[in-house]
């Protein structure tokens, strides 16, 4: 089954403790993203990659990191995690200017 | 900021057919159009998709102007299980606003 999977699901954790959230496609896609989502704010982008090695910022990436060394996988890493980063994140893939298909969400609280 | 505008809501009566307006207005000549909705917190789905002619399926129709600078997505007979947010995005961008917010009243 074509999918995008993201873990965890949810997540609460604290100011300062570091944690990756993990985004994996396996419809070979050459694009990836992610999203975060905010009461009245809609979707905003992160940070999205073309291809593999390929990464570039989208409207929010402060405070946020990510990689790009296989295809199939695109973590999205908080170093240091602050309260205004508690929201709820987005993965999708496509093909290049293709449908997105996206993961079914990963919740953050951070305290 | 995203390419395009979208109203924040929207109300339909069920049964009767809701047409949901976007303005993409610096669209390039080989982006696409494409809309998805979501529900309540989940991923947002894809509706359809359309390049310059009108295009249609079991969803959904979409509507592009001659111009291309804006589109409507027509959900002909919208139940309640249409009430979601919309979103049109171009595909040279990749970015959403906010949608519109449907709401199918009964």
Redesign the interface.
Known sequence: EAQ?TQNPRYLITVTGKKLTVTCSQNMNHE?M?W?R?DP??????IY?SMNVEVTDK??VPEGYKVSRKEKRNFPLILESPSPNQTS?Y?C?SSIQ?????????S?LTVL | DAKTTQPPSMDCAEGRAANLPCNHSTISGNEYVYWYRQIHSQGPQYIIHGLKNNETNEMASLIITEDRKSSTLILPHATLRDTAVYYCIVTNDMRFGAGTRLTVKP
């Open positions: 995008v694009y993203s999203y989502q009245g704010l809609g979707l905003r982008q999205y989208g409207d709820l987005f999708a200017h293709g449908e997105l298909f996206f993961g079914e969400g919740r």
